[in-house]
Nanobody, 118 residues
């Protein structure tokens, strides 16, 4: 089992920045990939960005490419999402997730709210 705890959400003005953190604990050595997902009000949850634990290969959704940066600190079992130039459409609950292989994400955090005012 892996436990995930997000932090760093908040309210920011359009154009502002936030950094989300995700602390992993438990069987972290079993993790293949971690990711950030978000659920905007009234919408489905979508992937924002992912990073593989060992190689650090990254993926970004088109809507955040160039504005968000995902990174990891293996020694600390942490994953970060640096967000700049935030837009009102980035408003959502952001979830950290992890999976042990290329199948579905099995482990989820409780989420952290990001609100961007115009």
């Amino acid at each position: 089992q892996v436990q995930l705890v997000e932090s760093g959400g908040g309210l920011v003005q359009s154009g502002g920045s936030l950094r989300l953190s995700c602390a992993a604990s438990g069987r972290t050595s079993s993790i293949y990939e971690m990711g950030w997902f978000r659920r905007a009000p009234g919408k489905e949850r979508t992937v924002v960005s992912t990073i593989t634990r060992n190689s650090g290969a990254t993926y970004y959704a088109a809507s955040v490419k160039g504005r968000f940066t995902i990174s990891r600190d293996i020694a600390k079992d942490m994953v970060y999402l640096q967000m700049i130039n935030l837009k009102p459409e980035d408003t959502a609950i952001y979830y950290c997730a992890a999976r042990p292989d290329r199948s579905q994400y099995l482990y989820w955090g409780q989420g952290t709210q990001v609100a961007v005012s115009s």
